[in-house]
T-cell receptor, first 112, second 113 residues
C-alpha cells in the first residue's frame, strides 16, 4: 500500500514565525510532490510543487525534497493568521495516470 | 484565471437513489480525476480519465460508480444506488499534461439520507 504520512498536528506557531510542515512517502518511484492548502469545508488549493531534490522557493513558501530519505517539507516564513489551514502533502507515484496520493494533512494554527 | 467548476455545490439524496455529479474541467486540460473526502479523513483518489477512457480506478470505484465525458466540456461522476457511506465531498480535478499539477474544483458535498 503506497502511503503518504503527515503529522496531523495541530502545529501552532506565533505570527511572524517560520512554520515547518513535513511529509514522508513510501513509494520510491514517486515523481512529483505537491503541497495543497485546504481551509475547512473548502477544496484543496495548490501552494507549491517540486520535482527535483533540493529547495524550491516561491515568495514566503519553500518546498524541500529529499528523495533518498523519501521526505518532502514545506516552510512558511513570516507566518500570518491567514495561513491557518490544513496543509495537504500529495504525491504522484510511479503510476503514469497522474493520480495523487494524499496525506491526512497537518493543521497549522498561526496565533496573532 | 481558468478554473474547474462543479455542480451542484450540495446534493442531498435518499439512500438507494442515483446521483450525477457534474464537472467542467479547465478547457485545454487533458487529464481528469475524481477524488472524495469523507468528513475528517484524507482526500482519496477514485478514478482518472484520459483520451475518453478510464486510465486508472481505485478499489473504492466499484460497479456502482461510473464516469462519462458526454461532450467536449463536461465530466460526470454517476453513483448508482447510493449508500450512507457515500456521503462525502467529491472533488473533480484536471491537469494539462505530464507533470503539471492538478487543479481542483470547489467540490460537491453529497449527503445521503
Amino acid at each position: 500500500q503506497k502511503e503518504v504520512e503527515q503529522n496531523s498536528g495541530p502545529l501552532s506557531v506565533p505570527e511572524g514565525a517560520i512554520a515547518s510542515l513535513n511529509c514522508t512517502y513510501s513509494d520510491r518511484g514517486s515523481q512529483s510532490f505537491f503541497w495543497y492548502r485546504q481551509y475547512s469545508g473548502k477544496s484543496p488549493e495548490l501552494i507549491m510543487f517540486i520535482y527535483s531534490n533540493g529547495d524550491k522557493e516561491d515568495g514566503r513558501f519553500t518546498a524541500q525534497l529529499n528523495k533518498a530519505s523519501q521526505y518532502v517539507s514545506l516552510l512558511i516564513r513570516d507566518s500570518q493568521p491567514s495561513d491557518s489551514a490544513t496543509y495537504l502533502c500529495a504525491v504522484k507515484g510511479s503510476s503514469n495516470t497522474g493520480k495523487l496520493i494524499f496525506g491526512q494533512g497537518t493543521t497549522l494554527q498561526v496565533k496573532p | 484565471e481558468p478554473e474547474v467548476t462543479q455542480t451542484p455545490s450540495h446534493q442531498v439524496t435518499q439512500m438507494g437513489q442515483e446521483v450525477i455529479l457534474r464537472c467542467v474541467p479547465i478547457s485545454n486540460h487533458l487529464y481528469f480525476y475524481w477524488y472524495r473526502q469523507i468528513l475528517g479523513q484524507k482526500v482519496e483518489f477514485l478514478v482518472s480519465f484520459y483520451n475518453n477512457e478510464i486510465s486508472e480506478k481505485s478499489e473504492i470505484f466499484d460497479d456502482q460508480f461510473s464516469v462519462e465525458r458526454p461532450d467536449g466540456s463536461n465530466f460526470t461522476l454517476k453513483i448508482r444506488s447510493t449508500k450512507l457511506e457515500d456521503s462525502a465531498m467529491y472533488f473533480c480535478a484536471s491537469k494539462s499534461e505530464g507533470a503539471q499539477p492538478q487543479h481542483f474544483g470547489d467540490g460537491t458535498r453529497l449527503s445521503i439520507l
